[in-house]
């Protein structure tokens, strides 16, 4: 892994075009998994492959 394969909160934010609290949501509902932790400042870090998965469900239509 390279570190141009992570994302920071707020650029994960920006790449799914939501809120910090819509991205903490996501993560309590699964619908993305961070990678890692860091710090005691909810320093969470994304895998830009798990962002673009995640980018891709929101964007699915439901339904007919």
């Known amino acids: 892994m390279k570190p141009d394969d992570l994302l920071t909160t707020p650029k994960t934010c ?9 991205l903490y949501s996501w993560i309590r509902q699964g619908k993305i998994n ?3 932790k860091l710090g005691g400042h909810s320093a969470w870090f994304f895998l830009k492959n ?10 699915q239509r439901i339904g007919p």
């Open 34 to 36: 961070p990678w890692a």
């Open 50 to 59: 798990e962002v673009e998965k995640a980018k891709g469900r929101r964007y």
């Open 14 to 22: 920006e790449a799914l075009g939501i809120t910090r609290p819509t």
